[in-house]
């Protein structure tokens, strides 16, 4: 798991100063927790999200937001509640979801929306 800076993002994810529109730029879907360190919901969200980057190595890349250091990229993303969770396909728009989830919505979240199991 990985915490991105500004730059990070625009590389990994999405570089808005070159693109007006969603245009993704990593190789493998993604998922983006917002979270800040005082915050006891992201507590909770930050061991679910270590488990899964093990078990979707490979497949889905997991990225971490510190929305106090990254205030231009939690006002880009409008983030008024943490955590939130950017839910992004290779293809298509990003999804946002709000307040710590449980492993199985994660999981079915994943499966459904960014690596697309039948």
């Known amino acids: 798991m990985e915490h991105l800076t500004l730059e990070t ?3 990994k994810v999405f570089n808005y100063e070159d693109n007006k529109e ?3 730029e990593g190789q493998r879907p993604a998922i983006i ?3 800040a360190d005082w915050c006891g919901p992201c507590k909770m969200v930050a061991p679910i999200l270590e488990e899964l980057s093990k078990e979707y190595e490979g497949k889905v890349d997991i ?3 510190n929305t106090e ?3 231009e990229l939690s006002a880009m993303f409008g983030i008024r ?3 939130s969770i950017l839910f992004i396909p290779t293809e298509g728009q990003p999804s946002m979801a709000a307040g710590a989830l449980p492993k199985k919505s994660f999981q079915e979240t994943i499966e459904k929306l960014l ?4």
Do not use: R, V
């Open 9 to 11: 993002f625009k590389e």
């Open 22 to 24: 969603w245009k993704f």
């Open 33 to 35: 927790d917002f979270y």
């Open 63 to 65: 990225y971490k937001i």
């Open 69 to 71: 250091d990254q205030q």
């Open 81 to 83: 509640s943490i955590p």
């Open 115 to 118: 690596i697309k199991k039948a």
